[in-house]
C-alpha cells in the first residue's frame, strides 16, 4: 500500500462529496481517533487545581519522580514493572 497515494485518493474523495453527514462522520473518526479528551471542569475543580499547582511551584508539596512513584507501588502492593 502507497500510504501517499491513499491519502490523495481520500482527499479527492472528501473535495468531492456533498453529503454532510459522511463529512461530519469523517470528522468525528478523527476527533475519536486523535483521544483529544476535552474535559469540562467545574469551577471548584478548577480553582482546587490553581491551589495545588501553586503550591507545587512554590515548593510547598513534596512531588515525586516516576522512578519514585513506581517503586512506591511496587513496595504497598508488590505489583512488578
Known sequence: MNLQAEKI???KLLIET???SLIQKIKD???KENKEID???TKSQ???LDKRLK???SGESKSYSW???KQEIIDKHGLQA
Do not use: G, R, S
Request: aromatic content about 10%; charged content about 45%.
Open 9 to 11: 485518493a481520500l482527499i
Open 18 to 20: 456533498e453529503e454532510v
Open 29 to 31: 473518526l478523527f476527533k
Open 39 to 41: 474535559y469540562d471542569l
Open 46 to 48: 478548577k480553582i482546587e
Open 55 to 57: 503550591k507545587h511551584l
Open 67 to 69: 522512578e519514585e512513584t
